[in-house]
């Protein structure tokens, strides 16, 4: 079994969403019931869901300044998993209504980013 190397193992996700509960309430339908922090524990992946602290309020409309990040370690999942998993969360969130970036070193490996 392959193993995930350091490029596939970690990916957030930045999500126009209102904020940190709403957008994992709407995850717990997903994933189920959220563990302790807005975290969430699909086998073989951390799901973090958190405040963007880098976020400057009344800047222009930029990915950088949503308000939410989605932060997601692969652990040891293999490289190709970790590539479909963060597609296919990222279709989630973009049919739930949600603008979506992803940032990470596979980040050329997932579906083009959705800014309008």
Same mark, same amino acid.
């Given at each position: 079994? *392959?193993? #995930?190397?350091?490029?596939y193992r970690e990916c957030s996700l930045y999500v126009?969403?209102?904020?940190?509960?709403?957008? *994992?309430? #709407?995850?717990a339908?997903?994933?189920?019931?959220?563990?302790?922090?807005h975290r969430f524990a699909p086998a073989g992946f951390t799901i973090d869901v958190v405040k963007n602290g880098r976020r400057l309020p009344h800047q222009p409309d930029t990915f950088i300044d949503w308000s939410v990040i989605v932060e997601i370690d692969a652990g040891a999942t293999p490289d190709a998993e970790a590539v479909r998993f963060v597609t296919e969360l990222m279709g989630l969130l973009r049919s739930a209504g949600r603008r979506v970036v992803a940032v990470?070193?596979?980040?050329?490996?997932?579906?083009?980013?959705?800014?309008?």
């Open positions: 079994m *392959t193993v #995930t190397t350091a490029a126009d969403a209102d904020d940190v509960d709403a957008l *994992t309430a #709407t995850m339908s997903w994933f189920g019931p959220v563990q302790r922090f990470c070193d596979f980040e050329d490996e997932l579906p083009q980013t959705d800014l309008d």
